[in-house]
């Protein structure tokens, strides 16, 4: 007969030498059991909702529990339109459902809440004279978020690292305004300063105006300077309801092209000194992608937009400046696989041109200044050759172009043994591209521009091809490619060999 | 005796003595050269020598390559000191064991007295290099003080030590890893083969935006003037500035003036002299030239300028560079007339249309000035800065007396030019100065407006 204390030790060993694999057989039981549940009140919750969805009701309140600091008027210009005494039509119960869930979803995108809000529906006592029996009571649970976060951290860019300290003040003004100043210094960006206040308008995620204020001063070692900004913007976002966003702001920049290079070439030495920036840019994004960093289906397209410096504008520039940005991709399906094959192809395309104009009312255009051009070339963009390796050269430095087109194509396949599911490819890519500067003949803008645009086209572009290795992380996109250049221009630089290349937006 | 480096023997050790073998080729200044370390095994100076020996003026030291050695590969206990303790050359152990290492490993190098020696064979001739201290600079170059470079011609290698080169076998297993580590970093040969293919098409190059300056065949110097001004090659409105283009226009350098500001100098200051374009980018010769390194710049390019050889020669310069640049200073941008009148469209709307950038820009000016001046006294004292630089022209005058130059030389000389710095812009009517204090203390002294006149009418066409 096995003694109690017998039996209390076996428990006790049981307890401390746990089998791992039980314990883990226990925990997925108890898991799925929770699961279960849910599904199951959640099943039930639709079947009663379905078989109740034609019922007519009225929303006679709605209850946001938990919000303190949120301003009422804030709240009202959300909920107020939904309730049935700001209609002129019953509700049946999903369409009431609908509408509250639509509202909550808003009110969590603005992202003073913490996530899980919570939906609770109540019908008022028939005993309160003014109820009326198809009235119904909505109460959502929240819980605000914490009013300031501050976090600190290390960031690894567009070949460049750096340090930063960011500060976030949610909910300033109980209107979910929040500002947000983040401080930085880094490999190349020496210093940055940024201070953003952003609100919503009329309370709508979708539309949003911010104000903000920037400080920076960034090393450009392939023209030998530095660059120090101090400037101020105003921007308007709103999103469309086909899933295209647009931006519209004025940004005032007062630049300094300073801390020359020994052997800066003269082109730069002329640029040096201040310039000031009035303009007002658009931008416009249609992102269709499946991924930001490693699409297999979709396209994007992106367009910006701005003048500068032209007529009221004033400042020490003036140019219009365009640029457009596009990307396809496309899963390439392999004979005798079902599933997705993993394998897709990638092309993008990017063109820009920066138009002179005359400053203010004038009538004499501007030549553009090195803080105003583009730069083409690097591991981001066109691989195989250095960061503004391409295009016009004024001995060791990249000036910049008024004028260029860059496109690739990616041929991406999964890694043999680790398969289609994990971020990693590799790449066969071919990329090209042509910077130019505006021709310096005649005096007509629009004759220049028009030839320096068929010049595009006269002989092949610069062009590079090579094989690599892509990694998907949830931040940035890592690439390792080995790269060879094809064709280029006489003083552009080519880049043999290894490149790596650390980024958000690749070509 | 000077040596190319043709392979032909030019004399055989040991026949002759050291001194009378050597051909010392001494190098003035402080050049940048790249010499090996004792940690690159196996270099050789071939490519050093090369320039040192056939132009040693020229300064050409800079595009020295480093090649890898095919013949030896030394490890670092080769690059023991000779002679122990420095002092007198020690010949014996010269010739003994540091000739023996020199022949057999290509090159060996030591102490001499304060001086580093440094020994290279290059086939039968041995080169001999001393240099008294050694930097590196930013580029990681190593810049080299009193080089004296000299050849010897070598007895020939006998048959077993060439053999042992050619096998390797003197190598020790040290130098076996390096060499290793060595060919892990170099290309494979395959890759290389690939990388020399390609590009497989090279176009001409691109061309140069329009505000890219036109190259010129003269230099360049970047000052303080409107853009209209430089092109007509008229006075800078800074005195800094001024003196040094009048110091260029009486050395008769040829030059071309470009407006400019601070941003665009190496130092942060203008003015500075660009050199004009040539082949290559990154030589020394083409690097810009501050104004403290323009008398020597002048002085290379064949001009001379004579400077004032008096013994109070410093303390009239500081006449100039404490007491009349105060005064000025405070004439110019802390009169409130003054600065609205004058440096304001000089220095400020000239930089930006915006009224805030140039509300900032004003108020540094201004900060500048009041700092600068504070720098030398603890208060603003305005009537004693205004006594001081009318008693610093007085003294001036009294200097120049009757004759046409200060000092009494017979052309014009730097200080003619510092001169010629502050009194053009006082006496010009083109300032337009509100607050003619100062400009009224210079015009009681004729012979120095006559002076000015003189400089005008022979250097700038009136």
Redesign the interface.
Known sequence: MPSPGGSGDDLFESLRNADPKKLEAQERAAREREQEQNARAHAQLKELVGSNSTLPVTISSIRLIGAEKTRRSFLDRLFDPILSANRDRPYTLSEALQEVGTATDKLRRFDIFHNGLAMFIDKPSPTIPSSTPTDIDIYIKASERGPVVAKTGTDLGNVEGSAYGNLLWRNIFGGAETFSFNASAGTRTRSAYQGVFEMPILSDPDKTLSIDALRSSTLKPWANHEEALNGVGVKYNWATKGGTRHQIGYTGQ?R???G?G??A???V????????K?SISHTWVADQRDHPFLPQSGYMFKTISEITGWGPL???VAFWKSEVETSASTAIPIPGIKDASGVSFTSGFRAGLVYPLP?GFGSSAQ???IND?FQLGGPTDVRGFKMGGL??????DA????IFAAGSANLLFPVPTIGKDTPLRFQVFGNAGR??????KGDNTQKKVYSTIAQLAD??PSLSAGVGLVYAHPVARFELNFS?????????E?R??LQFGVGINFL | MRGELSGSILEHYPEKSEESQESEVPCRSVRPVRVPQPSETGMCIRGLLGPVLRSPYDGDLGKVHVRTRRMAVNDTSMWSPIGKGGGKPNFPLWRGRALQRASRTGNTSGILGRRLLWYSRQGNILVKAIYSSRQYNRQGNIIVKDLSVSTFAMPPTTASDKAKEEHGVSQNPISRRATKVQNFFSIPAPVKALFDRVPVLVYPPNELPQRAPKPSRIPSLYVFSSIADAAAGKPSFNPSCLKWQAFLNIAGVNHRLVASSNHASPTGVLPFLLPAASTSSTSPESLPVPSNKLVEYVEDHGAQVEEPANLRYEAYRSLLDYRIRNAWLYTLYLEPLNFSAVAYPLYVSSTTTNPLVRASISHQLISAAEAELLKNSSIIDIDDLYSEADKAFEALSILLGDDPWFFGSDEPTLYDASVFGYTQLLLDDGMGWEEKKLCRALRRRTNLVQHRERLLVRYFGG
């Open positions: 007062r300094q092209v300073t020359l020994q052997n070439s003269p082109t030495r002329n640029d040096a000194g201040e310039s000031v009035s004033r400042g020490d400053l030549p553009s200044r051009r295009g016009p050269r004024d001995g060791p000036i910049g172009g008024d910077l130019l500067a505006l021709k310096d002989g092949a060879l250049p094809l064709i280029m221009r006489k003083g552009e080519a043999k060999g």
